[in-house]
């Protein structure tokens, strides 16, 4: 699957005061025509999308579907498969933040909603980049509730994943072949001294509580510890054990210049630049999830030179082939976003309008060099990758085929696999601590 996305982070910053929303500031609302045809011309099957939530949820049972339905009439018309986005870095502003506890269940509602509403669509990303919403929201200190203390984060993360397990419980009803890509940040803390080890353990422990909590797989003794004094109840622990939604996903993980991070001995970080590169840090990803690998979101400034970009391209796809050839199930990659982005240079914190030089397009929708160079790589691999007899075949049902005797055969061996498929209470062999 190769892919691209429409970036559509919707935070809050400012004490909530103000709403950053990606699809405003990089002009979708008025030119998502122009950004499908960009998608269909570039030779890209697949784009990570998603409506905004806070623009689309009104309230429970309640829902503003124009822009939504003549976006996804217009991806099925084109037979663009969507990757749906639901929940990116961001609530409605009745909803409040992630302390909410009510997000999850208000959450999934919104999910099965949206499932009922457009049964042909297949693949979703039900929430962004679960730890990283968590972290930047409540460890942080930088977005929606803006808060810094872990039992923030935990309060942040218990909710998150929660609800994600939620919405894909909800959308399976609806549609039992569901996929679910997880687009999750792969970080690593690397101990700057002797004295930075400690902490960067407990670091590296801790970029895996979405994942684990997620996939009902048992953290180690020090985060179970950790989740507990900050205020997460074993029941709560127990809920996410018991669930058994793993074998519906796809482990998407994004990889960036900022993902690897220098640990010094009083607990700060800053970040360290490529230092093991998205191959080994995949690969630990992979050896503790035993999922099909997606390469969802990576991208690189265009400098001075104007093809630092093309580089990471090209290095990033090197990767994903090392990873392939190794033996690991790798079924896509993605260059996020089509176009360029704004103030991501400062983590949308501050609203200086700063276009951040990072998509296959720029904001006036003129082709960079990446965007030329991402172009040849489809024509080029696409062929030829299916050939592989490590490559994982999905069973994916474009909109074209949805409805469909094909597509509604594989939906009822879907439903029966998953009723043969569940486990008993108890069952699972990862229940923790």
């Not at 689309?56 to 986005?85: C, M, N, S």
């Not at 950790?226 to 998407?252: A, R, S, V």
Request: glycine content about 6%; hydrophobic content about 35%; aromatic content about 12%.
């Amino acid at each position: 699957m190769f892919a691209t996305g429409i970036e559509n982070s919707i935070p809050t910053v400012k004490n909530g005061r103000v709403r950053v929303d990606q699809m405003d500031v990089c002009g979708h609302y008025e030119r998502w025509r122009e950004d499908f045809e960009l998608v269909e011309d570039m030779g890209i099957q697949f784009l990570r999308y998603g409506p905004p939530i806070y623009r689309t949820f009104l309230g429970p049972g309640k829902y503003d579907w124009e822009f939504t339905d003549l976006t996804f009439a217009e991806l099925e018309r084109r037979d663009i498969t969507p990757i749906v986005d639901l929940c990116h870095f961001g609530v409605p502003d009745w909803m409040g933040n992630f302390q909410n506890p009510d997000f999850a269940p208000l959450f999934a509602r919104y999910a099965a909603d949206f499932a009922e509403r457009y049964p042909w669509v297949q693949l979703y990303t039900p929430v962004n980049e679960m730890f990283i919403c968590a972290a930047f929201s409540a460890r942080y200190g930088w977005w929606n509730e803006e808060l810094k203390t872990d039992r923030a984060f935990v309060t942040a993360l218990k909710n998150i994943v929660k609800g994600n397990v939620l919405a894909m419980t909800e959308i399976l009803k609806r549609r039992p072949d569901a996929i679910f890509i997880q687009s999750e940040s792969s970080e690593y803390f690397h101990a700057d001294s002797p004295a930075a080890i400690g902490p960067a353990e407990v670091m590296n422990s801790r970029r895996f509580l979405s994942l684990d909590l997620n996939y009902g797989r048992r953290v180690d003794s020090e985060m179970y510890e950790y989740l507990l004094d900050n205020g997460m109840t074993k029941d709560e622990y127990h809920f996410f054990l018991n669930q058994h939604l793993k074998q519906h996903c796809i482990l998407g993980n994004d990889y960036y210049m900022t993902n690897e991070h220098r640990v010094h001995a009083d607990g700060l970080t800053e970040s360290s630049g490529e230092v093991f590169g998205y191959t080994e840090i995949t690969r630990q990803y992979y050896d503790r999830y035993r999922l099909p690998v997606m390469h969802t979101e990576t991208n690189m400034k265009e400098g001075p030179r104007g093809d630092e970009a093309v580089q990471w391209l090209w290095k990033e796809w090197a990767s994903v082939l090392r990873l392939r050839n190794d033996g690991i199930p790798t079924v896509g990659f993605t260059w996020y976003s089509l176009t360029d982005q704004v103030d991501w240079d400062t983590a949308l914190r501050e609203q200086n309008g700063n276009v951040n030089p990072l998509g296959l397009y720029d904001l006036d929708r003129n082709i960079r060099a990446v965007g030329k160079a991402y172009k040849q790589l489809i024509q080029d691999w696409r062929d030829v990758l299916p050939a592989s007899s490590v490559c994982l075949t999905v069973p994916i049902v474009p909109p074209s085929q949805a409805g469909g005797s094909y597509a509604d055969s594989l939906m009822a061996a879907a439903a029966r696999r998953n009723v043969r498929e569940e486990p008993q209470m108890g069952s699972n062999p990862e229940m923790g601590p």
